[in-house]
């Protein structure tokens, strides 16, 4: 069975320090789900951090094709390049959001600094990993 992403997309404004953060630290806010995504909570990455400085949104699709692959998350890959292209900031957000869902806390940089307490739109149908 596959997965939905636990949080809607547009769903930004629902922590908004995650956001904020977001916004103002995208390139480390990345690293940080990057280095989550390897399984190192509230750490940095910091080869995807100047990675994301050059190529952000490349490098934010990259990881969100990851996630889904990682998660089985139902979403074809246009919808992935869409999000991760168009909509970048939002696509971190929910990307963050999931990963903490799931168990590693990417962390924060300036005013997100505990994991929120996110109610799941959609249950994953799979334990988490």
Request: glycine share 8%.
């Amino acid at each position: 069975m596959s997965n939905q992403w636990g949080i809607p997309m547009f769903d930004c404004m629902g922590d908004t320090n995650l956001c904020i953060d977001i916004w103002l630290c995208f390139p480390f806010m990345v690293g940080r789900q990057f280095a989550a995504y390897n399984g190192q909570s509230n750490e940095v990455d910091w080869f995807n951090v100047a990675a994301t400085c050059c190529i952000p949104a490349c490098n934010t699709t990259l990881l969100r094709m990851w996630i889904v692959k990682k998660y089985n998350i139902e979403e074809a890959l246009p919808m992935t390049l869409l999000w991760g292209l168009c909509f970048a900031g939002c696509a971190a957000c929910q990307m963050h959001k999931e990963l903490t869902i799931r168990g590693v806390w990417p962390g924060g940089m300036l005013l997100h600094k505990e994991p929120g307490d996110y109610v799941l739109t959609n249950k994953p149908t799979e334990p988490m990993a």
